[in-house]
T-cell receptor, first 109, second 115 residues
Framework: RKEVEQDPGPFNVPEGATVAFNCTYS??????FFWYRQDCRKEPKLLMS?????NEDGRFTAQLNRASQYISLLIRDSKLSDSATYLC??????????WGAGTKLIIKP | EAQVTQNPRYLITVTGKKLTVTCSQN?????MSWYRQDPGLGLRQIYY???????DKGDVPEGYKVSRKEKRNFPLILESPSPNQTSLYFC??????????????FGSGTRLTVV
């Protein structure tokens, strides 16, 4: 089993819809979590950290479920500019980051 | 502007010809790291450095070398490139490697093709 696993997608979603995707993690990647966004052929950029109590940043909400070992990202009122690959990241106990392979999201007009 | 600068952006080379990809950051970050990204595999860490003269292997170090003589620079060296090193490479830095919320700043990437 991969340490951080994501559905590669693509998720094709109409503009304005709400979309959610999950990421599962193993014990070795469980110290803390992040969501990064990566546009095609560009560098990843931090979208948000994921806190135990869940956190929200505008249209984006991240949740952590330690019992089931998954984190989620919810995007409300999706925009065309949200089209990207979303990378789930876990931090190991040695502070190294462990990256999921990414979920591709395509927002259609 | 705070940034991580990688060069070159694109490189096509032949098997066995030594090459260096440079990485420089202007944020006085202690931690720097190199990743390669291949389709379906996500980012895999090659080497990282916690500070000057401190480097360590990541998950896929074979065929690569690094050095950290100065805080700002962290070059990636391929002594004898092979076609399986064809990939998209990213350099990243963060203030320090530890810490719950240390986020990474990435360079723009280097697309390497070894023929």
């Amino acid at each position: 089993r991969k340490e951080v696993e994501q559905d590669p997608g693509p998720f094709n979603v109409p503009e304005g819809a709400t979309v959610a995707f999950n990421c599962t993690y193993s014990n070795s990647a469980s110290q803390s979590f992040f969501w990064y966004r990566q546009d095609c052929r560009k560098e990843p950029k931090l979208l948000m950290s994921v806190y135990s109590s869940g956190n929200e940043d505008g249209r984006f909400t991240a949740q952590l479920n330690r019992a089931s070992q998954y984190i989620s990202l919810l995007i409300r009122d999706s925009k065309l500019s949200d089209s990207a690959t979303y990378l789930c990241v876990g931090r190991a106990s040695n502070y190294q980051l462990i990256w999921g392979a990414g979920t591709k999201l395509i927002i259609k007009p | 502007e705070a940034q991580v600068t990688q060069n070159p952006r694109y490189l096509i080379t032949v098997t066995g010809k030594k090459l260096t990809v440079t990485c420089s950051q202007n944020m006085n970050h202690e931690y720097m790291s190199w990743y390669r990204q291949d389709p379906g595999l996500g980012l895999r860490q090659i080497y990282y450095s916690m500070n000057v003269e401190v480097t360590d292997k990541g998950d896929v170090p074979e065929g690569y070398k690094v050095s950290r003589k100065e805080k700002r620079n962290f070059p990636l060296i391929l002594e004898s490139p092979s076609p399986n090193q064809t990939s998209l490479y990213f350099c990243a830095s963060s203030l320090r490697g530890s810490g719950i919320s240390s986020s990474y700043t990435f360079g723009s990437g280097t697309r390497l093709t070894v023929v």
